[in-house]
Nanobody, 124 residues
C-alpha cells in the first residue's frame, strides 16, 4: 500500500519561505510522476506543480512560477516543495500526489495516491 505523508506546513509572514516534504512509503517513486496541489478555503483544489519520474520535466502554475521549486530525492523516496516569496493567496492546504506513470500532468484526476495535506497559512 502506498502512503504519502506531507510535512513542513505552518504559519509564516508574507514574503517568507517554507519547505514542504512528501515522504512516500510502500513503493519506490523513481518511476512515478509526483505533484503538489492545494486547496484554499471555499475554493476548488488546484494544481501547483508537477514533476516527471525522471525529474527532467516540471510544470508550474503561473501563480507560483519563479517562487516555488519542486525537487525529488528518489533515494529518500521524498518530494520537496520549496516555497519562497510567499503571498497571502498562497494560504491553503497543500497536498502531495503520486501518479503510477512516468509522465507528469497537471490534471489532479490522473493521480492515483494522495496525502492528507499540510496547512500553509500566510499572514500579513
Amino acid at each position: 500500500q502506498v502512503e504519502l505523508v506531507e510535512s513542513g506546513g505552518g504559519l509564516v509572514q508574507a514574503g517568507g519561505s517554507l519547505r514542504l516534504s512528501c515522504a512516500v512509503s510502500g513503493r519506490t517513486i523513481s518511476s512515478y510522476a509526483m505533484g503538489w496541489f492545494r486547496q484554499a478555503p471555499g475554493k476548488e483544489r488546484e494544481f501547483v506543480v508537477v514533476i516527471s519520474g525522471s525529474g527532467s520535466t516540471t510544470y508550474y502554475a503561473d501563480s507560483v512560477k519563479g517562487r516555488f521549486t519542486i525537487s525529488r530525492g528518489n533515494a529518500k523516496n521524498t518530494v520537496y516543495l520549496q516555497m519562497n516569496s510567499l503571498k497571502l493567496e498562497d494560504t491553503a492546504v497543500y497536498y502531495c500526489a503520486a501518479r503510477r506513470l512516468y509522465r507528469a500532468t497537471a490534471e489532479a484526476e490522473e493521480y492515483d495516491y494522495w496525502g492528507q495535506g499540510t496547512q500553509v497559512t500566510i499572514s500579513s
